[in-house]
């Protein structure tokens, strides 16, 4: 209201004190948020070597922060933590790609077909929360500690993630559009081309990052406890050799590795929601 | 001016009222100068060209910006934050009215700080719904209104809380044409029968003549009071009579020709040599 | 719930009704239905080892849990999911609506808060044990600080965002800061933390189930792991049957309690929709 329909005209012309002045404001804004920001993570490391150094934490299970880093800094020199990396990575990228195949394509056809949306209504609303977890050891047995069995639980968890998000996304197509092209006798195919891929396209985004968190979760998960190769495994060896530091450390890098999978969706989400504006419920997990 | 002896104190005064933006690109003189009263009782329309920074003067008033220099004063105390005797009524009704209450639930939340009884409250709302022809959209929720319904839940909210000034900032833009008449109709029925003080801000030229008993003519930006106008016409109005009257077209193509006055920035202001 | 119009609705005729109640049931059980009755034939066909026929699981669902293992079992696990999603909840919301009203405080912690958030929950479960021993508390104190953050972090999110139009009006109309608090921001930003709490919910199911499982000998989650070692297939199947239904328990519970809170919203979306 304020900007559109009362935007003064400018009456003097750009005085450079003034808008220099504008400007060292909002710089001064962002950096007391960056200062702010950092400020908060150096009092969390401080609070982090302070807790065992004085005995608040048993040191021998809470290692200090700067012995933490210290050991991260060795991690990264360790080709095999490197291949950690790659493994998990791995079972992640492969999960998530098969979860997104078939959820795409089942998602798209019973999106299409009111009928079938209507006949698997509730047993997507029954089988989806179920917890991925539950079927561990049904993927142990049937396939015994291996990468199969952690895919199994990856794909079933981030499968419903975008299930749902392509269902809602194929529902949404706005009617006056989909007539618009009925009435410019356009096919089926194209109709779908040129008006429901693009409708669904930002949901389908959205859903990709939620199931990429999943993913990269249950994929960790399935390291730990399936004894499947990877970070999560790393930690658990960690674990019972009693070396906390690496234990803490891996913890930070799992930590990491999930604020770049996130960020990096968030971006890809908002590059396709430029243009569209959405009304879309958020489903996790 | 000599001052009578009757006449009363004006309840609002804003004198030399002057307000700065600065953004990226430079100053922006929003309000250059602006002064102007008002008495209790009065019906005050303030039109101008778009751009002119009527929100701003509004926002002002109100109490939710502070200007740059110049004095707001309401019932003779100087107004530096919202002020709690001052209503105000929005343009985005939808923004304005809260979702989660419905309609009796959002004229009842400024009153419950009013320190009033429940019977007093209810009276009071129950008294505003029937006022602007609600009373039986009391349990529903807003955006199960139409525009022009809303906005009366707006205009109701503003009664019911019994404010010593009014201030609209341009209410019926956002409405359709035969709702904005019905509407227009009601602001004057509670301006006279509850003699409330009105301020109303509109780019509509004939609503601000039909509706008010002064006009405010704002220049272009950096604004100034370019003229203020006394609507002659007789207090009962209507929409068909009044304005086809003779003096309304008179009055009308007067404030009509200021406008495009200010647009093209040809009136001068006074104190002020022409370049 | 309709919208406001002029034009009448007649109620519909009865024999239309008991018609349009059996159409529901058939899509409601007819795909269930069918897929169980595959899968029974399947099984007594080529009997696969993992996968029992669904008469089966039943007669073990029926054996397993309903009797002592469902009080000395089930119910502590249910009590303690209970009681970390509530703890969640109720910290979650309250501490983020301080820090999200606080702009300093936001600035200060919200970097360090994205970040716990980012760790995958299950990894914090043998770091936690370890500091607090492999006890109840330890199960509580697991689900608490995985489920938090999603909580934590749309709440500072939702009562800072609140529209500047609304906080207007409750200024012109001279409404205190407390009144604001509860008629303004939380209720404008209840859609946002209803979406935090969902999240909230499915990780703690996930931390309950993992936790007992690999750290600790009593709950639903180790009598799973017990069967699947002791190869009792029917019976690990009617425990991942029951974790199923808990699941679907859980999201029914959240669809009434989000139903309800967030009727306005859902009205609003409507509205927008038509």
């Not at chain 3, 609140?162 to 930003?189: C, G």
Request: hydrophobic share 50%; net charge positive; aromatic share 8%.
């Amino acid at each position: 209201m304020t900007a559109t329909a009362d935007a003064p005209v400018i009456a003097t012309p750009a005085t450079p004190r003034g808008s220099s002045h504008f400007r060292r404001q909002r710089r001064l804004r962002t950096l007391r948020k960056v200062v702010l920001g950092l400020a908060g993570i150096a009092g969390f490391l401080a609070t982090w070597q302070l807790l065992p150094t004085l005995g608040v934490v048993n040191p021998a299970y809470f290692p200090t922060a700067t012995d933490t880093i210290a050991q991260l800094s060795a991690l990264s020199r360790d080709l095999e933590f490197w291949r950690n990396v790659g493994r998990t990575l791995t079972s992640w990228a492969l999960g998530l790609l098969i979860a997104t195949v078939l959820a795409v394509v089942l998602g798209t056809i019973i999106g299409l077909v009111p009928f079938l949306r209507r006949a698997t209504h509730t047993t997507v609303e029954f089988l989806r929360p179920i917890p991925s977890v539950a079927l561990i050891p049904l993927a142990i047995l049937m396939f015994g500690y291996q990468l199969q069995a952690a895919l199994l639980i990856i794909v079933f968890a981030s499968f419903w993630q975008v299930f749902i998000q392509v269902l809602y996304g194929v529902a949404d197509v706005d009617a006056v559009a989909r007539d618009t092209a009925r009435s410019y006798g356009l096919s089926r195919g194209a109709q779908i081309r040129s008006v429901v891929f693009p409708t669904a396209l930002p949901y389908l985004m959205t859903g990709l990052r939620l199931a990429a968190t999943v993913a990269l979760i249950l994929a960790i998960t399935a390291e730990m406890f399936m004894s499947v190769p990877g970070l999560g495994r790393a930690i658990m060896i960690a674990r019972e050799s009693g070396q906390w530091t690496t234990v803490y450390a891996l913890v930070i890098v799992t930590g990491v590795l999930g604020l770049l999978v996130n960020i990096g969706f968030r971006a890809i989400e908002r590059r396709s929601l430029a243009w569209h504006q959405s009304v879309r419920g958020e489903e996790v997990l | 001016m000599p001052e009578s002896r009757s006449a009363a104190k004006p309840l609002l005064t804003v004198e030399h009222l002057r307000k700065v933006y600065e953004s990226s690109t430079g100053n922006v003189e929003a309000i250059g100068d602006i002064s102007f009263q008002m008495n209790a009782g009065e019906l005050v329309c303030i039109v101008g060209p778009s751009g002119c920074g009527k929100t701003t003067l509004l926002k002002c008033i109100a109490g939710l910006l502070r200007p740059t220099s110049g004095v707001v004063e309401l019932e003779g105390k100087r107004v530096t934050g919202p002020p709690p005797n001052m209503a105000l009524v929005f343009q985005e009704y939808g923004r304005s009215l809260y979702p989660w209450l419905t309609v009796r639930g959002n004229v009842d939340l400024p009153l419950k700080h009013k320190k009033l009884s429940r019977a007093e409250r209810d009276r009071l709302i129950d008294d505003a719904l029937v006022a602007v022809g609600l009373d039986h959209a009391a349990k529903s929720y807003p955006w199960q209104l139409s525009g022009g319904m809303q906005q009366r839940v707006a205009i109701a909210r503003a009664v019911a809380y019994e404010p010593e000034v009014l201030i609209m900032d341009e209410p019926f833009a956002a409405v359709d044409a035969q709702t904005r008449a019905d509407l227009e109709d009601l602001v004057r029925t509670l301006h006279r029968e509850r003699g409330m003080s009105i301020l109303f801000v509109t780019h509509d030229i004939d609503e601000s003549v039909y509706l008010g008993e002064r006009v405010v003519v704002l220049s272009k930006s950096p604004t100034w009071v370019q003229e203020d106008l006394s609507i002659d016409l007789p207090a009962e109005r209507d929409q068909l009579v009044t304005r086809a009257l003779p003096r309304f077209t008179e009055l009308r193509t007067h404030v009509y020709e200021q406008i495009q006055r200010a647009k093209r920035g040809e009136a001068v202001r006074p104190g002020v040599t022409a370049a | 719930m309709t919208l406001y119009t002029s034009t009448v609705v007649t109620p519909r005729k009865p024999s239309r009704v008991w018609a349009k109640i059996g159409e529901n049931t058939a899509y409601a059980l007819g795909l269930p239905i069918i897929l169980l009755i595959i899968w029974g034939i399947w099984s007594s066909i080529s009997p696969a080892l993992f996968f029992p026929s669904p008469l089966v699981i039943a007669e073990a669902f029926v054996e397993t849990w309903i009797g002592p293992a469902f009080v000395n079992d089930v119910l502590p696990s249910l009590a303690r999911l209970g009681i970390s999603i509530v703890l969640a909840v109720v910290l979650g919301i309250a501490a983020g609506t301080v820090i999200g009203l606080v702009r300093w405080l936001r600035e200060l912690l919200e970097p360090i808060f994205e970040f716990f958030r980012a760790v995958p929950p299950p990894v914090l479960i043998p770091i936690v044990a370890v500091l607090v021993g492999a006890n109840d508390t330890m199960k509580v104190v697991v689900m608490v600080t995985g489920a938090i953050w999603p909580v934590l972090l749309n709440t500072i999110e939702g009562v800072r965002s609140t529209d500047s139009v609304m906080t207007e009006t409750a200024q012109s109309f001279a409404i205190t800061r407390s009144e604001r608090l509860r008629f303004l921001v939380l209720p404008a930003a209840s859609p946002r933390i209803m979406t935090g709490v969902r999240q909230c919910l499915s990780i703690a199911l996930i931390l309950m189930v993992i936790s007992e499982m690999f750290f600790s000998s009593s709950g639903l989650g180790y009598q799973i792991v017990f069967f699947q070692r002791n190869y009792l297939i029917a019976q690990m199947w009617s425990g991942i049957v029951l974790l199923g239904l808990i699941g679907v328990l859980l999201a029914v519970i959240f669809g009434f309690v989000e139903r309800r809170v967030l009727r306005w919203y859902h009205g609003v979306k409507e509205v927008e929709r038509a």
